[in-house]
């Protein structure tokens, strides 16, 4: 059995080849990282502050808000809401939505 030697030139290839593919792989697996859907946060307000975005909610919502409520450990609106479409509105006005199976007309005619 005869060994053979590898040249500098292949040995050289070889390195700069595996080093463009680990090189490409960090590269695309980055590559959509970002998101094409604006992300909404919820604003940090204040109790007096919530109870005026509550009220435009409630008012711009109707019949689909099913009640809010102010978390004081997030310093957040919460709005329940029956659908994704009510959902994304709240969360566009700064609250955090909170999607129910009920609106707030259903659990009043359920008493």
């Known amino acids: 059995m005869k ?27 980055s590559a959509n990282a970002s998101d094409d859907v604006p992300q909404f946060a919820a604003k940090t307000l204040s109790a007096d502050a ?20 102010y978390d004081t450990t997030a310093k957040a609106l919460v709005v329940n809401v029956v659908d994704e479409a009510d959902a994304e509105q709240v969360r566009q006005a700064g609250g955090k939505a ?8 259903e659990l009043k005619s359920a008493r």
């Open 50 to 69: 919530a109870g005026k975005l509550a009220d435009t909610l409630d008012r711009d919502l109707g019949a689909d808000a099913a009640g809010s409520y």
């Open 98 to 105: 909170r999607i129910v199976e009920n609106s707030l007309a």
């Open 3 to 29: 060994h053979r030697r590898i040249s500098r030139k292949r040995a050289t290839l070889a390195g700069s080849a595996v080093v463009a593919l680990v090189a490409a792989g960090f590269t695309f697996q």
